[in-house]
C-alpha cells in the first residue's frame, strides 16, 4: 500500500512540474514535439546529405593519410556512410509514404466512384419504374460519394427541376457542364429549367431574356445532339415546342413538335401537342388526323403500362375531340386517380381550356372541364 501511494504521490508531482507526457496540452510535451519534427524535416532532405558529405570529405584527407586500413574503413562506415545514408534514407522514406497515400487516396477514390456509379444505375432503374421519390434518393447519395459526376449532378439536376425546386435543379445542372460543356442532355435540361424560372418572373423584360435564353440553350443542345431525349424519353425537341407555344410562336411550335416525333414516333407528347396547336388554328381536318393517331399509340402504350396518366390524360383528350366523350370521362377518371396530384391535372385543365376557347370548341369540353376542376379541389381538401 506504501508503495501504490508512492507511485501515486509521485505522478502526482511530475504532472504538477508539467511533465505528464500523456498530456496533450503540456508545453513542454508540445515544444519536444515540434521540436522533434523540425529536426527529422531538415535531417530528412537532400540538402542536408550533401551537406553531412561535404563535413565527412573533411576528414577525408587525413584519414587517407594516415595510411590505417581500420582508420579508413572507420571513416567509410561510420563517418562518410552514417552521415550521408541518414538524410538519404529518410527522403527515400518520405517518398514511399507519400507515394502510399496517393495510392490510398485513389484507391479510395476508384471505390467511391464505382459506389457511385452503382448508384446511378439504380437511380435509371427506379426511374423506368416511376418511382422517382426514391430514385431522388439514391441520386443525392451517389452525389455524396462523387459530387463532381456529370451524369450524377444531371439527373439531380432533372429531378429537382420536375419536384418544383428549379433554383437546386439549375445548381447541379450547371455543375453537370462544369467539366464538360458538350452534354447536351444536361444543356437541354438547363434551358428548360431556365424556362420553368421565367415563367415564375413578374418582370417582362427579365422574363423575355430568360426566355430567349432558354431557347439558345435548347438550340445548342439540340445543334450537337437532336436526337437528345429527357429522363422520361421525351425528346427536347418537344421540350422547345413546349417554349414556343407558351410564347405563342405557332409555327415554330408545330416544327418544334414536328422534329420530336420523329425522334420518338412512339410517344404520344408531341403529336397530341401537334393535334392541338392545328386544332386552335382552325385545321381540323389535320388535327383529326393526328388526334386518331394519339389516341391509337395511346391505347397501345397503356396496354404496356396501364398507370402512365400523362398518356391517359392524351387519350382523353383525343376521344374529347374524336366525339368519344364517355370515353374521355372515364380515362380521365383513370388517370385521375393515378396522378393524385395538382400539377399533373392543372396542366390537363390549361389544355382543355385552350380547347374551349379555339373557335370550334370540342362537343362536351365543358363538362369534361368541370370533371377536372372538382378532381383538383378535391386532391386540394386531401
Known amino acids: ?29 508540445r515544444f519536444n514535439s515540434r521540436l522533434a519534427v523540425l529536426i527529422t524535416k531538415s535531417v530528412g532532405s537532400m540538402w542536408c546529405a550533401y551537406a553531412f558529405a561535404l563535413l565527412a570529405i573533411v576528414s ?5 593519410n594516415s595510411h590505417d586500413p581500420i582508420i579508413i574503413v572507420s571513416w567509410i562506415a561510420q563517418t562518410f556512410l552514417q552521415l550521408v545514408l541518414l538524410p538519404i534514407i529518410i527522403v527515400g522514406q518520405n517518398v ?55 451524369a450524377t449532378n ?4 432533372f429531378l429537382y427541376t420536375q419536384n418544383g425546386q428549379i433554383e437546386k435543379g439549375i445548381e447541379h445542372l450547371k455543375r453537370a457542364l462544369t467539366r464538360n460543356e458538350e452534354y447536351p442532355p444536361a444543356e437541354a435540361a438547363l434551358a428548360y429549367a431556365l424556362r420553368l424560372q421565367a415563367d415564375k418572373m413578374t418582370d417582362p423584360s427579365e422574363k423575355i431574356l430568360h426566355y430567349a435564353e432558354s431557347e439558345q440553350m435548347f438550340l445548342r443542345a439540340l445543334s450537337q445532339d437532336p436526337t437528345v431525349r429527357d429522363i422520361d424519353g421525351e425528346s427536347f425537341y418537344a421540350v422547345l415546342g413546349g417554349l414556343y407555344k407558351r410564347l405563342n410562336r405557332t409555327d415554330e411550335a408545330i416544327e418544334a413538335y414536328k422534329a420530336a416525333e420523329l425522334v420518338t414516333p412512339q410517344n404520344t407528347y408531341p403529336i397530341i401537342n401537334l393535334a392541338t396547336l392545328y386544332y386552335l388554328r382552325g385545321d381540323l381536318e389535320q388535327a383529326k388526323a393526328y388526334y386518331e393517331r394519339s389516341a391509337a399509340i395511346s391505347s397501345h402504350k397503356l396496354d404496356l403500362n396501364p398507370f402512365d396518366y400523362w398518356t391517359r390524360f392524351d387519350l382523353s383528350t383525343a376521344q374529347l375531340v374524336i366525339g368519344n366523350l364517355d370515353q374521355a370521362k372515364r380515362q380521365f377518371n383513370l388517370a385521375a386517380q393515378q396522378a393524385r396530384q395538382v400539377g399533373p391535372l392543372g396542366t390537363f385543365l390549361h389544355d382543355l381550356e385552350r380547347l374551349k376557347n379555339a373557335p370550334t370548341s370540342p362537343k362536351g369540353v365543358d363538362e369534361l372541364v368541370e370533371l377536372v376542376r372538382n378532381a383538383i379541389e378535391r386532391v386540394r381538401s386531401s
Open 60 to 64: 577525408f584527407p587525413a584519414a587517407i
Open 154 to 157: 444531371y439527373f439531380l439536376g
Open 96 to 150: 514511399q509514404a507519400a507515394a502510399n497515400d496517393a495510392r490510398a487516396q485513389t484507391d479510395h477514390e476508384t471505390l467511391l466512384a464505382i459506389r457511385a456509379l452503382s448508384l446511378i444505375q439504380l437511380g435509371e432503374q427506379q426511374l423506368e419504374a416511376k418511382n422517382i421519390q426514391s430514385a431522388l434518393r439514391t441520386y443525392q447519395e451517389a452525389y455524396t460519394l462523387d459530387p463532381e459526376n456529370p
Open 1 to 29: 500500500m506504501e508503495n501504490k501511494s508512492q507511485i501515486a504521490n509521485s505522478r502526482t508531482q511530475f504532472s504538477d512540474l508539467g511533465l505528464n507526457q500523456n498530456d496533450d496540452t503540456n508545453p513542454i510535451k
